[in-house]
């Protein structure tokens, strides 16, 4: 990968991909982590859905939000990554393999919108989903909005404000919170500030933080909500390879020091990532992480 893809003004030893995340369309950023192996989205697709058929049916607890479409909220949305693969007949192989055809090189980040608008319509799978996005990156959400991946979208950053009155009237609808890819992003501010605007509707919450992210703060927040926050033991899901020694330094030391073991994960050239599920007590209690999560670990 040539410098230009990959910048690495070192943010705490990791690279940064910050240049693409808030460009007029997606092919940079795919073009730069396809050979990085980056796939953290395909590891939310399964579960996210998962969790959202759980939600839908009568859990034994009262029918919860059968009778109307789910919303997620997806934080750090970028263009549209996870919406594209909760609401499409799509995996993540079929996004790199679109953002890099040379076919698409000549269309402008207007046309491709415009064409992906289209891609995406023909592959809609799920019509009872609704798919809210969050990110700094106020381009990237406006691509998502224009390709029809989002239903609503919102370019702010709740580390340093509270929500827009639009994302406040919005978070009261939402089921999910999803974050993949961003948590190292966000402090406990973030999921404070959401959790306040969803108004005692107590959401889901579904990362998956790095191994190297201390998650205790943002489940100490979530808990202020009534929100038991559960680690599916067992389990980790590789994010991407290091781009640099450095980088692999930077992780292997971030996981000793939080008292993991690097061996067959960190040590063997990726950055992995750990699942968190945060729940209502009762949901919680009624079926805990690993007996909910079995029939997908099989
Ligand atoms: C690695 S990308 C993850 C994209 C996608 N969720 C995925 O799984 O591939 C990280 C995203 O977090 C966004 N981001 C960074 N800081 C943020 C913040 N404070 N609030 C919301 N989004 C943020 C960036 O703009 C970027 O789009």
Same mark, same amino acid.
């Given at each position: 990968?040539?410098?230009?893809?990959v910048?690495?003004?070192?943010?705490?030893?990791?690279a940064?991909f910050?240049?693409?995340y808030?460009?007029?369309d997606p092919?940079?950023?795919?073009?730069a982590?396809?050979?990085?192996?980056y796939r953290?989205?395909?590891?939310?697709?399964?579960?996210? /859905?998962f969790?959202?058929a759980e939600?839908?049916?009568?859990?034994g607890?009262g029918?919860?939000t059968?009778?109307?479409?789910?919303?997620?909220?997806d934080?750090c949305c /970028?263009?549209g990554?996870?919406a594209?693969?909760?609401?499409? $007949?799509?995996?993540?192989?079929?996004?790199?393999?679109?953002?890099?055809?040379?076919?698409?090189?000549?269309?402008?980040?207007e046309?491709?919108?415009?064409?992906?608008?289209?891609?995406?319509?023909?592959r809609?799978?799920?019509?009872?989903?609704r798919?809210?996005?969050?990110?700094?990156?106020?381009s990237?959400?406006?691509?998502?909005l224009r390709?029809?991946l989002?239903?609503?979208?919102?370019?702010?950053n709740?580390?340093? $404000?509270?929500?827009?009155?639009?994302?406040?009237?919005?978070l009261?609808?939402?089921?999910?919170? !999803?974050v993949?890819?961003?948590?190292?992003?966000?402090?406990?501010? !973030?999921f404070?500030?959401?959790?306040?605007? !969803?108004?005692?509707?107590s959401?889901?919450?579904? !990362?998956?933080?790095?191994?190297?992210?201390?998650?205790?703060?943002?489940?100490?927040?979530l808990?202020?909500?009534?929100l038991?926050t559960?680690?599916w033991a067992?389990r980790?899901?590789?994010q991407?390879?290091?781009?640099?020694?450095?980088?692999?330094?930077?992780?292997?030391?971030?996981?000793?020091?939080?008292g993991l073991?690097?061996?067959?994960?960190?040590?063997?050239?990726?950055f992995?990532?750990?699942?968190?599920?945060?729940?209502?007590? $009762?949901d919680?209690?009624?079926?805990?992480?690993d007996?909910?999560l079995?029939?997908?670990?099989?």
């Open positions: 990968m040539g410098d230009d893809a910048q690495q003004h070192v943010h705490e030893g990791k940064s910050d240049h693409l808030d460009l007029p092919r940079p950023l795919f073009r982590l396809a050979p990085l192996g953290i989205p395909h590891h939310g697709q399964p579960l996210f /859905s969790l959202l939600q839908r049916r009568d859990n607890h029918p919860l059968v009778h109307r479409p789910l919303t997620v909220l934080v /970028s263009y990554i996870n594209a693969l909760l609401k499409h $007949d799509l995996t993540l192989k079929d996004l790199y393999e679109r953002y890099s055809t040379e076919e698409l090189d000549g269309l402008s980040a046309e491709l919108a415009e064409a992906d608008r289209a891609f995406f319509a023909e809609r799978s799920s019509a009872g989903l798919v809210i996005g969050l990110d700094t990156a106020g990237a959400i406006g691509y998502a390709a029809g989002l239903d609503g979208g919102f370019g702010e709740l580390e340093h $404000d509270e929500p827009s009155p639009e994302l406040t009237g919005a009261r609808a939402v089921d999910l919170i !999803t993949s890819g961003g948590v190292g992003y966000l402090s406990a501010r !973030t404070d500030r959401l959790l306040a605007a !969803t108004r005692g509707r959401p889901w919450v579904a !990362t998956f933080p790095l191994r190297t992210v201390d998650y205790a703060p943002i489940a100490e927040a808990a202020r909500y009534g038991v559960e680690h067992g980790t899901f590789p991407r390879a290091f781009v640099s020694a450095q980088e692999r330094r930077f992780a292997v030391r971030g996981v000793r020091e939080r073991d690097p061996a067959g994960k960190e040590a063997d050239g990726e992995h990532a750990d699942f968190y599920l945060s729940r209502p007590a $009762d919680a209690a009624a079926l805990p992480i007996r909910l079995a029939s997908l670990d099989a």
